[in-house]
């Protein structure tokens, strides 16, 4: 999510100009397109290859799904349309825009500027803006003319259909920056040290050609990035909703943090936001799980990520409807974000959890017990690989990959299973479960003992406690805490007057007002100090620690432990967290 953020608020001078970019209905079947114009091919062109693969990331962020699946086909051909998409499906690119995208050193931004190019013209597919005209045009009682509309008259652009088209190129001007920054290019990198934008360039480089434009009069540059920073501006707002949703779910507000997500996924609908709407549903479903048998619900430890305080399987559901419910639409969610980014790691580790958990709880409606169970485990092992192939060394989907291989036979890959684990750091709790099962209680005992020493008084503690009756190093209450709570600002809970006074003095009235759904709020935040209020009630208060003090020299233990993608870890205490990151504390949040 951090390079969303750093995306979206560098992007400050960036527009796409129309007469590069637009949109063309057809006059051709494609056979006769491709026999008209000469195919430009990688041996032509080793640049093809990069735009290809721009093009196929973009599409898989777009999702788009049509009878018509789209394609993109580079041609040679002197025209002012360096880009241009068909209602067929077909993104068709020149290679005079080819080579100018990609005529900087740096390939990387030549892949940022192909992928705002394409991202331009995906929008106009996925937003099917060919219909829309039809529509519009319908309703107007306008005989459609795609050759006038593309010649864009003076005259033309004074006409409602003219000024239609116009909104329609600046929702594809910013959903293409949208796509662009989803696939994971950074829109950003167009610009260069002396301001000389990819807007100024390409400009610069159709005018010489062609000395006239094909973009609309009444389009005028500036009218264009004002409307298209206005719309960033507006994703750049709304990113804070994003990381209340963080929050809420850290602390075990799963539905205020679901709300949120939802909000946000309007907005950018981007893999990181589909992997943490499946992780609630995830948890969700572990909730529903009995709390009367947890000996079997803290079973083993998967991993997840964002929540590595990993959950379990094997346990009778207090709820099955909801269970069932809840972990069909986490893995929904999380193949959505597995598809969207071939390469993101945690949508593939916490699907191989969210798959294992399924094939031991899940009521299936078509298959056997047995074969659900099979089907589930084997593809729990499969995702747990798919992560490996990204990252050989990734600790989570090793973790979850010995779990499944060992439920798939736990005598024929026990040994197996232990030897993966073996290999991983913090793998005593499971190394020990997997000898505990096998009846070696010896090698289970040394193995728990060790992990004791680290995690004294969780669930998975009092498991080993029933199991061995092992005694827990005894955690006194680290005094070096108390700074803590004595400088903290607002206490979580009802909203009274001592609340309202704290949030005058702190934030003078100025606040962001929340209201989507079925949720109403309000968001605090000054240098020092976060507030979120819901419903009355004080959420969660965040502070800035402004001495930074090592997690390391406390004593006591926390009841989860969460860490994100960029490595900060979340240690989650009774009625507080902390923020630390390379074993410093950044942050102390307080909730009820």
């Given at each position: 999510m951090?390079?969303?953020?750093?995306?979206l608020?560098?992007?400050?001078?960036?527009?796409?100009?129309?007469q590069?970019?637009?949109?063309?209905?057809?006059?051709h079947s494609?056979?006769?397109?491709?026999?008209?114009?000469?195919?430009?091919?990688e041996?032509?062109?080793?640049?093809?290859?990069?735009?290809?693969?721009?093009?196929n990331?973009?599409?898989?962020?777009?999702?788009?799904?049509t009878?018509?699946?789209?394609?993109?086909?580079?041609?040679?051909?002197?025209?002012?349309?360096?880009?241009?998409a068909?209602k067929?499906?077909?993104?068709?690119?020149?290679?005079?825009g080819?080579?100018?995208?990609?005529?900087?050193?740096?390939?990387?931004?030549?892949?940022?500027?192909?992928?705002?190019?394409?991202?331009?013209?995906m929008a106009?597919?996925?937003?099917d803006h060919?219909?829309?005209?039809?529509?519009?045009?319908?309703?107007?009682?306008i005989?459609?003319n795609?050759?006038?509309?593309?010649?864009?008259?003076?005259?033309?652009?004074s006409?409602?259909?003219?000024?239609?088209?116009?909104?329609?190129?600046?929702?594809?001007?910013?959903?293409?920056?949208?796509?662009?920054?989803?696939?994971?290019?950074?829109?950003?990198?167009?610009?260069?040290?002396?301001?000389?934008?990819?807007?100024?360039?390409?400009?610069?480089?159709?005018?010489?050609?062609?000395?006239?434009?094909?973009?609309?009069?009444?389009?005028?540059?500036?009218?264009?990035?004002n409307?298209?920073?206005?719309?960033?501006?507006?994703?750049?707002?709304?990113?804070?909703?994003?990381?209340?949703?963080?929050?809420?779910?850290?602390?075990g507000?799963?539905?205020?943090?679901?709300q949120?997500?939802?909000?946000?996924?309007?907005f950018?609908?981007?893999?990181?936001?589909?992997?943490?709407?499946?992780?609630?549903?995830?948890?969700?479903?572990?909730?529903?799980?009995?709390?009367?048998?947890?000996?079997?619900?803290f079973?083993?430890?998967?991993?997840?990520?964002?929540?590595?305080?990993?959950?379990?399987?094997?346990?009778?559901?207090?709820?099955?409807?909801?269970?069932?419910?809840n972990?069909?639409?986490?893995?929904?969610?999380?193949k959505?974000?597995?598809?969207m980014?071939?390469?993101?790691?945690?949508?593939?580790?916490?699907?191989?959890?969210?798959l294992?958990?399924?094939?031991?709880f899940?009521?299936?409606?078509?298959?056997s017990?047995?074969?659900?169970?099979?089907?589930?485990?084997?593809?729990?092992?499969?995702?747990?690989e798919?992560a490996?192939?990204?990252?050989?060394?990734?600790?989570?989907?090793?973790?979850?990959?010995?779990?499944?291989?060992?439920?798939q036979?736990p005598?024929?890959?026990y040994?197996?299973?232990i030897?993966?684990?073996?290999s991983?750091p913090?793998?005593?709790?499971?190394?020990?479960?997997?000898?505990?099962e096998?009846?070696n209680?010896?090698k289970?005992?040394?193995?728990?003992?060790?992990y004791?020493?680290?995690?004294?008084?969780?669930?998975y503690?009092?498991?080993?406690?029933?199991?061995?009756k092992?005694?827990?190093?005894?955690?006194?209450?680290?005094?070096?805490?108390?700074?803590?709570?004595r400088?903290?600002?607002?206490?979580p809970?009802?909203?009274?007057?001592?609340?309202?006074n704290?949030?005058?003095?702190?934030?003078?009235?100025?606040?962001?007002?929340?209201?989507?759904?079925?949720?109403?709020?309000?968001?605090?935040?000054?240098?020092?100090?976060?507030?979120?209020?819901?419903?009355?009630?004080?959420?969660?208060?965040?502070?800035?620690?402004d001495?930074?003090?090592?997690y390391?020299?406390?004593?006591?233990?926390?009841?989860?432990?969460?860490?994100?993608?960029?490595?900060?870890?979340?240690?989650?205490?009774?009625?507080?967290?902390?923020?630390?990151?390379?074993?410093?504390?950044?942050?102390?949040?307080?909730?009820?």
């Open positions: 951090k390079r969303i953020v750093y995306h608020l560098f992007i400050c001078c960036f527009i796409i100009t129309f590069a970019l637009a949109f063309v209905k057809d006059t494609n056979e006769l397109f491709e026999g008209i114009y000469k195919i430009v091919t041996k032509d062109n080793p640049l093809v290859v990069r735009a290809k693969t721009v093009f990331r973009i599409l898989k962020v777009v999702n788009k799904r009878e018509k699946y789209p394609k993109i086909v580079i041609i040679k051909k002197n025209t002012r349309q360096w880009a241009s068909r067929d499906g077909t993104v068709i690119l020149t290679e005079n080819l080579n100018f995208c990609y005529q900087v050193q740096d390939k990387a931004i030549g892949d940022a500027r192909m992928s705002i190019i394409l991202g331009h013209e106009h597919l996925a937003k060919f219909g829309k005209i039809d529509v519009f045009a319908s309703a107007q009682d005989e459609v795609f050759l006038e509309i593309m010649n864009h008259s003076k005259k033309k652009q006409t409602p259909l003219g000024k239609y088209i116009d909104k329609l190129e600046h929702h594809a001007d910013f959903q293409g920056v949208i796509y662009a920054t989803m696939a994971g290019y950074d829109p950003s990198r167009v610009f260069d040290t002396n301001d000389n934008n990819f807007f100024q360039e390409l400009s610069a480089q159709i005018e010489s050609k062609t000395g006239q434009f094909n973009a609309s009069k009444s389009l005028n540059h500036n009218e264009r990035l409307v298209l920073m206005s719309n960033i501006q507006n994703i750049k707002d709304k990113v804070i909703l994003f990381y209340l949703g963080v929050r809420l779910y850290q602390i507000e799963y539905d205020d943090a679901l949120f997500f939802q909000e946000f996924l309007n950018f609908p981007s893999r990181e936001v589909y992997n943490n709407i499946g992780l609630i549903y995830y948890q969700k479903a572990v909730d529903a799980l009995p709390k009367k048998n947890n000996s079997k619900t079973q083993y430890k998967l991993s997840t990520f964002i929540d590595t305080e990993t959950r379990a399987v094997n346990l009778i559901p207090r709820s099955q409807d909801i269970f069932n419910d972990i069909s639409k986490a893995i929904d969610q999380l959505i974000a597995c598809n980014d071939y390469y993101y790691i945690p949508a593939y580790v916490n699907l191989s959890s969210a294992i958990m399924s094939a031991r899940e009521t299936p409606e078509e298959l017990e047995l074969d659900h169970f099979e089907e589930r485990i084997n593809d729990a092992k499969s995702f747990a798919k490996l192939r990204r990252n050989k060394n990734c600790h989570e989907a090793l973790n979850n990959k010995a779990i499944a291989m060992y439920l036979n005598s024929q890959h040994s197996e299973s030897k993966l684990l073996e991983l913090d793998s005593q709790y499971n190394i020990g479960r997997l000898h505990f096998q009846g209680k010896d289970a005992r040394s193995f728990w003992k060790k004791l020493q680290t995690d004294p008084s969780s669930e503690a009092n498991q080993i406690n029933d199991s061995f092992l005694a827990s190093p005894v955690n006194k209450h680290d005094q070096s805490m108390a700074s803590f709570f400088d903290q600002p607002l206490k809970g009802d909203v009274n007057t001592d609340t309202e704290v949030l005058q003095q702190e934030f003078h009235g100025k606040k962001m007002i929340l209201k989507f759904g079925k949720l109403e709020g309000e968001y605090y935040k000054n240098n020092e100090l976060e507030v979120l209020i819901l419903a009355d009630v004080v959420k969660f208060v965040e502070k800035t620690v001495k930074k003090m090592s390391q020299n406390f004593k006591i233990q926390p009841q989860k432990l969460f860490t994100s993608v960029q490595d900060i870890e979340t240690f989650v205490f009774q009625n507080f967290a902390l923020d630390v990151y390379q074993n410093r504390i950044q942050k102390v949040i307080y909730f009820l």
